[in-house]
């Protein structure tokens, strides 16, 4: 038809991949926001830690007193962005699994 890459890349491939890269995307936020291993290693500010080694550092206190209330008050603002995305992008991301080109 005369495409050139980037006419074919919007026009045939984007519009037929859309579903798969929002499926990819919320798999892929999911999965970043809940890393632990990896800040842990390279981190040598409190300042740059992520929230779950923030939240890891609310619970092992030296005092021995464990404030659970603001621990579970934070997790439950830790766990607000994953739901808005999966929510946000509920059909996108079941449809990104199911839908099958015929």
Avoid: C, H
């Amino acid at each position: 038809d005369g495409a050139g890459p980037i006419k074919f890349f919007f026009t045939i491939l984007l519009p037929l991949s859309r579903t798969n890269i929002a499926a990819l995307f919320v798999i892929t936020f999911i999965y970043g926001w809940n890393q632990y291993l990896w800040p842990m290693l390279i981190t040598t500010d409190t300042q740059y830690y992520t929230i779950v080694m923030g939240i890891k550092q609310m619970v092992a206190v030296s005092d021995g007193v464990i404030e659970w209330n603001k621990i579970m008050a934070t997790t439950l603002i830790a766990m607000l962005p994953p739901v808005f995305i999966v929510i946000l992008m509920q059909r996108a991301f079941v449809k990104g699994f199911v839908d099958t080109e015929k």
